[in-house]
């Protein structure tokens, strides 16, 4: 019985001493857009989802947890989920939430595009992205 009792109060203080990820100020999330607010170079501007073909996608990457100076990997895939092209971006720094800068797609077409911390393989986010 004591050791029942011992189980369910380490379990309950390692619950309640572990950290909340909606205490975090950062989230996990990809986004696009057609540029970087110049007041402001962590937000994009023009967001969306729908691009023209050929034109500078700017993406804003944001991990929840430190990147850690892990390189970005942005993998776009076919909506049947074939590998349509991937482009990796080398880290700027060595800690960080968010990373920032933008890629080309010639190709019209649907697409997933998913976010990935290169040290680790770790998905981020992922987001639709159409290139018209």
């Known amino acids: 019985m004591k050791k029942i009792i011992f ?26 857009g057609t540029g970087l607010n110049p007041s402001n170079l962590f937000e994009l501007v023009g967001q969306g989802t729908i691009f023209p073909a050929s034109s500078t ?31 990796t971006f080398p880290s700027i720094q060595s800690y960080g939430h968010i990373y920032l800068t933008g890629f080309s797609v010639p190709d019209a077409g649907s697409y997933t595009a998913i ?18």
Not at 8 to 25: G, N, Q, R, T, Y
Not at 67 to 85: C, P, T
């Open 57 to 87: 996608i700017y993406f804003r990457l944001e991990s929840q947890e430190d990147m850690a100076g892990s390189s970005v990997m942005i993998k776009l895939n076919h909506l049947d989920g074939s590998l349509y092209n991937s482009y």
């Open 7 to 32: 189980l369910v109060i380490s379990s309950l203080l390692l619950v309640a001493c572990s950290k909340k990820s909606e205490d975090s100020e950062f989230s996990n999330s990809l986004a696009f």
């Open 115 to 132: 976010g990935i911390l290169v040290t680790g393989n770790k998905t981020v986010a992922s987001q639709s992205l159409t290139i018209q």
